[in-house]
Antibody, heavy 118, light 108 residues
Framework: QVQLGQSGAEVKKPGASVKVSCTAS????????LHWVRQAPGQRLEWMGW????????GYAQKFQGRVTMTKNTSTRTVYMELSSLSFDDTAVYYC???????????WGQGTLVTVSS | SYELTQPPSVSVAPGETATLTCGGD??????VHWYQQKPGQAPVLVVY???DRPSGIPERFSGSNSGNTATLTIGGVAAGDEADYYC???????????FGGGTKLTVL
């Protein structure tokens, strides 16, 4: 069955960077784009960007341009999302999600809590 | 950038039908997807491409999209349907993935 397994919770200081991983299983890794979506406590879902596992092409939300980098390791079927220059506002649960068709997210990772605290 | 508008909350009695709306300019020209999110859990896709249901989603969940409004209808609402519901589209703008603000469905 399709599964997206994410790395564990992180605590970071302001100004630091965080790198979250998402390992895919149960389907052809190269066939579906993977997206990252975050959710601050009590807030809406916020799209961050996408990566094409076949080409490595990426696209980022304007809000995160220059601060986010998405990469992949095809041999381990893993995509990574690195966010730099963290601030308290970056405290959130970060999700990876597989995109089907017109970017319908049919499978989601379990989420990774990133806490930014001094 | 494109915006989707959802009412913050909807309340419905058990067994009744819940109607959740999502508004946006010329929304009918886009494919609308709906997600259910329960506290502490990842979102779950319940309707995609306006009206299609993923495998395992009950027929009680149905969707439509016309004009500037998409609608998620949940028939025979039960306590287990209490959750936040988000609509989402793919847009050709600078930020191609857009989520609505979410609607909290309360089962009375």
């Amino acid at each position: 069955q399709v599964q997206l397994g994410q790395s564990g919770a992180e605590v970071k200081k302001p100004g630091a960077s965080v790198k979250v991983s998402c390992t895919a299983s149960g389907y052809s890794f190269s066939s579906y784009d993977l997206h990252w979506v975050r959710q601050a406590p009590g807030q809406r879902l916020e799209w961050m960007g996408w990566l094409n596992p076949n080409t490595g092409n990426t696209g980022y939300a304007q809000k995160f341009q220059g601060r986010v980098t998405m990469t992949k390791n095809t041999s381990t079927r893993t995509v990574y999302m690195e966010l730099s220059s963290l601030s308290f506002d970056d405290t959130a649960v970060y999700y990876c999600a597989r995109a089907y068709g017109a970017a319908a997210f049919d499978y989601w990772g379990q989420g990774t809590l990133v806490t930014v605290s001094s | 950038s494109y915006e989707l508008t959802q009412p913050p909350s909807v309340s419905v009695a058990p067994g009744e039908t819940a109607t959740l709306t999502c508004g946006g300019d010329d929304l009918h020209s886009k494919s609308v997807h709906w997600y259910q999110q329960k506290p502490g859990q990842a979102p779950v896709l319940v309707v995609y491409d306006d009206k299609d249901r993923p495998s395992g989603i009950p027929e009680r969940f149905s969707g439509s999209n016309s004009g500037n409004t998409a609608t998620l209808t949940i028939g025979g609402v039960a306590a287990g349907d209490e959750a936040d519901y988000y609509c989402q589209v793919w847009d050709l703008g600078a930020d191609p993935v857009v989520f609505g603000g979410g609607t909290k469905l309360t089962v009375l």
